[in-house]
């Protein structure tokens, strides 16, 4: 008699838990800063215009860094500001001696130019981990505020598999946020990277090769089953809504950018949408504003 196979599913990788314990450690380090300069790390947000989901990231990250016992400064500004108002606020900000780290929310209002404004900020209150100087620094391996959803990423990932040595990292997506700078933190632990995109030739064959997949391309459940390799560890970094009619007239559900319920068949370890990537980003810009807080004083903190 043969046995049928039995199905087993990936573990769900559980990025809000990690993400309490990071920011619970953070706060520590920020305590440290706190007792020996006097004053709690700050770090300033900047949102302008009345966009709904960045109104809402900005008050979910202010919210934790208040929470975490740091000093959050917020500057609403009018959707119609003007490219030399921006300028002139960033750099107050760079000059301030009570900020260490400078946000300033994407996207911006389409009058604004969004690449001056990040490379107008001191790339060591560059939280964000954008500026020029950030990026070379990251790519030649020095130290550097890397952004942060991808290094939120690379935590999730030496978590679960210890060292990445000689592992094969597939990235999809290319972008300057997550997928570029996710390359240069693969590279950095040793992993074999290959980066794939829209114009790559046979992108399920490529994926399948993968033993960490990364899925940063911004299309809902683009990742099917059939790109992954048996028991690779999945990271999506997507999130977008999509129209859920069954919920009711114009509500709308979360998915990232790979089918969650098709991948986790095959997977052997995969993060939700939501409650995976999505709360590492905000506990990593705890993160680079308590590092960026350290470097500026001289205090030294323990690595997190």
């Given at each position: 008699?043969v046995e049928a196979?039995?199905?087993?599913?990936?573990?769900?990788?559980?990025?809000?838990?990690?993400?309490?314990?990071?920011?619970?450690?953070?706060?520590?380090?920020?305590a440290k800063i706190?007792?020996?300069?006097?004053?709690?790390?700050?770090?300033?947000?900047?949102?302008?215009?009345?966009?709904?989901?960045?109104?809402?990231?900005?008050?979910?990250?202010?919210?934790?860094?208040?929470?975490?016992?740091?000093?959050?400064?917020?500057?609403?500004?009018?959707?119609?500001?003007?490219?030399?108002?921006?300028?002139?606020?960033?750099?107050?900000?760079?000059?301030?001696?009570?900020?260490?780290?400078?946000?300033?929310?994407?996207?911006?209002?389409?009058?604004?130019?969004?690449?001056?404004?990040?490379?107008?900020?001191?790339?060591?209150?560059?939280?964000?981990?954008?500026?020029?100087?950030?990026?070379?620094?990251?790519?030649?391996?020095?130290?550097?505020?890397?952004?942060?959803?991808?290094?939120?990423?690379?935590?999730?990932?030496?978590?679960?598999?210890?060292?990445?040595?000689?592992?094969?990292?597939?990235?999809?997506?290319?972008?300057?946020?997550?997928?570029?700078?996710?390359?240069?933190?693969?590279?950095?632990?040793?992993?074999?990277?290959?980066?794939?995109?829209?114009?790559?030739?046979?992108?399920?064959?490529?994926?399948?090769?993968?033993?960490?997949?990364?899925?940063?391309?911004?299309?809902?459940?683009?990742?099917?089953?059939?790109?992954?390799?048996?028991?690779?560890?999945?990271?999506?970094?997507?999130?977008?809504?999509?129209?859920?009619?069954?919920?009711?007239?114009?509500?709308?559900?979360?998915?990232?950018?790979?089918?969650?319920?098709?991948?986790?068949?095959?997977?052997?370890?995969?993060?939700?949408?939501?409650?995976?990537?999505?709360?590492?980003?905000?506990?990593?810009?705890?993160?680079?504003?308590?590092?960026?807080?350290?470097?500026?004083?001289?205090?030294?903190?323990?690595?997190?």
């Open positions: 008699m196979a039995i199905m087993t599913e990936a573990k769900r990788i559980d990025g809000k838990q990690f993400a309490e314990t990071l920011v619970a450690k953070v706060a520590n380090e920020a706190g007792a020996t300069t006097g004053t709690a790390p700050g770090l300033a947000v900047v949102l302008v215009g009345d966009d709904p989901a960045s109104a809402v990231y900005v008050r979910n990250k202010i919210a934790t860094t208040t929470a975490a016992g740091m000093r959050s400064i917020e500057h609403r500004l009018a959707a119609d500001t003007s490219q030399s108002a921006l300028m002139a606020l960033i750099d107050q900000l760079n000059h301030d001696a009570l900020v260490d780290g400078i946000l300033v929310q994407m996207p911006l209002p389409p009058q604004l130019d969004e690449l001056a404004v990040i490379n107008a900020i001191n790339p060591d209150k560059d939280v964000d981990g954008f500026h020029v100087v950030n990026v070379g620094r990251l790519a030649t391996g020095q130290p550097a505020l890397v952004p942060c959803t991808p290094y939120g990423c690379i935590l999730l990932l030496k978590d679960q598999l210890g060292d990445l040595a000689g592992r094969h990292a597939v990235v999809v997506g290319r972008s300057n946020i997550v997928g570029k700078p996710m390359a240069q933190l693969l590279l950095a632990a040793h992993c074999t990277v290959t980066i794939a995109h829209s114009r790559s030739d046979d992108l399920p064959a490529l994926c399948r090769q993968a033993d960490i997949l990364v899925a940063a391309v911004g299309r809902p459940e683009m990742i099917t089953a059939d790109y992954i390799k048996p028991g690779a560890v999945v990271i999506d970094v997507g999130i977008n809504r999509v129209a859920a009619p069954d919920r009711g007239a114009g509500k709308f559900r979360l998915t990232g950018d790979v089918d969650y319920a098709a991948a986790r068949r095959v997977a052997g370890a995969i993060t939700p949408v939501p409650g995976g990537v999505g709360p590492m980003t905000i506990a990593c810009l705890l993160r680079n504003t308590v590092v960026a807080a350290s470097r500026r004083h001289g205090v030294i903190i323990d690595d997190i």
